[in-house]
């Protein structure tokens, strides 16, 4: 009996959810039509993927991934969806697992209403057309909501899930910002303990002693669906969020946005805009702080935002974090000598233990392990060291090789369905114009797969140099033998970063674990 997979998703147009902890409509009806489908056929129903709330260009789906894991593992023989853009709507992704990789795992794949079938010879052709289509729709969606995010930014029309803490959105006026008074008196609190002098650290352990909620427990307090962070300590105020806050404009009454930008339309991943491209608009809504607080916050802030007394950023700056909750461990000054620790443990009592190490101790440990592994790397016999270090390289030109030859089978068959496109037009079976669409996607794609190929192999064989040549680490490490002082270099060059934790007691040991770039 054939096994099935079920795959389900929430498509865009859809927005019929009931709340987030269930499945949509849409998704229940999609269930239901592929079981009892699945269950006519006489198959095995191995499991459902669901999907809800992602778009068919994401390729973060969590469900959507773990189908295309247990594909590859041969867990079952079918993959069955409503329709071919339910599993994505992307050419490339139709290409790489429908024409792919689901034939060589021996998989098959269904889209019921579209009836896009691998089992059905003369259907690739329509499939990669239904792809063509819906990557067309999806950019020109793309597009759309685009331009029409941006006019509105033009105009000062706030766009964004959830207002700025201090704010609610005005159910009266889509778009417009009004002052929440509960949460504006924080802000406000804020801004003055700042201006009188009171630290960051200690302006977030003062709310979190008066058990005032952080933005985002705020939020899901009263009501709002805020996806609260999983992490420890993620109700409380930290430094962070206090150093963000007192540099925002949006609370002078300027609506600020776009900050970021997307990276493409296939992908939800977001990197930050330069300044000059983001959307400044004054005057859009009632400020929660005057003139004459903002400006005098912002002239102590100048004055702080120093680095050390001659100039220069700690040699350790932002690679060491604390071992108890993973925070960033900052800079601070006792007696003419500099200490690193974490601030967490200020920002309320049971927050974290809080490491605490001086930069000189640490700086010993660090140097004391660059020459040991130094003196164990030279002194090892060179042929083992050459098959230890080039060990991870071969798993990466393994790897590779597997890839190049995954796309010289999609080349080799783009080139094929270009041939096979030529007979079917010279028999009718097509016209120009599908003709003409379908090859030059196919063209397109060759064109792709080539550059794919051509870079992978100049990356394996640079690889395959550098474990002939005993891997470059050699070389590394063999820059800092003998290492007497450390410099900020020399950390940025070997060093990942570095966990601490608290002394360990009865010693004047600490645990330390050092992550090289190597």
């Not at 498509?11 to 009806?29: A, F, G, P, V, W």
């Not at 996806?227 to 206090?242: E, G, M, V």
């Not at 200490?339 to 004391?368: M, N, W």
Request: charged share 30%; hydrophobic share 35%.
């Amino acid at each position: 009996m054939a096994k099935v997979a079920i795959y389900c998703r929430l498509s865009e147009e859809d927005k019929d959810k009931l709340n987030k902890t269930d499945d949509s409509n849409s998704i229940q009806n999609q269930k239901s039509m592929l079981l009892q489908y699945a269950m006519q056929q006489g198959w095995e129903v191995y499991n459902i993927y669901s999907d809800d709330d992602y778009a068919g260009a994401d390729r973060k789906r969590p469900e959507f991934n773990r189908l295309i894991q247990d594909a590859e593992d041969g867990k079952f023989d079918i993959v069955l969806c409503k329709t071919q853009s339910r599993f994505t709507r992307e050419l490339e992704l139709v290409e790489k697992y429908i024409h792919g990789l689901f034939p060589l795992w021996g998989v098959r794949f269904i889209g019921l209403v579209d009836n896009a079938d691998t089992d059905i010879k003369g259907n690739k052709k329509a499939r990669q057309i239904n792809g063509l289509v819906n990557e067309w729709f999806l950019e020109d969606m793309s597009e759309s909501i685009k331009s029409s995010l941006t006019i509105r930014r033009q105009n000062g029309h706030h766009i964004g899930s959830f207002a700025l803490f201090g704010y609610l959105k005005d159910p009266e006026v889509k778009g417009h910002l009004i002052i929440d008074e509960e949460a504006a008196e924080v802000v406000r609190d804020v801004f003055r303990m700042f201006a009188q002098g009171v630290g960051k650290t200690n302006i977030a352990r003062i709310l979190n002693e008066r058990g005032i909620p952080n933005p985002t427990e705020y939020k899901r307090q009263h009501g709002l669906r805020y996806k609260q962070p999983d992490s420890k300590n993620s109700t409380l105020w930290k430094y962070s969020a206090i150093s963000s806050m007192l540099t925002n404009e949006m609370y002078i009454g300027i609506m600020v946005q776009g900050k970021y930008g997307s990276v493409s339309f296939k992908t939800k991943e977001n990197k930050p805009r330069p300044k000059e491209d983001w959307f400044r608009v004054e005057c859009t809504h009632d400020p929660i702080i005057d003139r004459e607080l903002w400006d005098a916050v912002q002239s102590r802030i100048r004055k702080r935002a120093k680095p050390f007394d001659n100039g220069m950023i700690g040699i350790f700056a932002g690679k060491v974090h604390c071992a108890c909750c993973g925070y960033t461990m900052r800079s601070s000054k006792s007696r003419g000598e500099r200490y690193l620790q974490c601030s967490t443990r200020y920002i309320h009592k049971q927050a974290c233990e809080g490491a605490f190490i001086s930069v000189k101790k640490l700086e010993s440990i660090v140097i004391d392990e660059l020459n040991r592994m130094s003196r164990e790397f030279l002194d090892a016999d060179e042929v083992a060291q050459k098959i230890e270090f080039a060990k991870d390289l071969k798993d990466k030109v393994k790897k590779l090789k597997a890839e190049v030859e995954m796309y010289k089978n999609l080349l080799s068959k783009a080139a094929h369905a270009i041939s096979e496109c030529y007979v079917d037009k010279s028999n009718g079976d097509i016209d120009i114009d599908e003709y003409n669409t379908i090859v030059k996607t196919l063209r397109d794609n060759k064109i792709k797969y080539g550059k794919i190929i051509e870079d992978g192999e100049k990356l394996i064989d640079e690889l395959n140099k550098r474990i002939l040549a005993g891997d470059n680490r050699r070389e590394l490490i063999e820059q800092y033998v003998d290492v007497k002082e450390l410099d900020r270099e020399t950390v940025e060059t070997m060093i990942d970063h570095i966990v601490v934790g608290r002394r360990i007691p009865g010693t004047k040991n600490y645990p330390v674990e050092i992550h090289w770039n190597f």
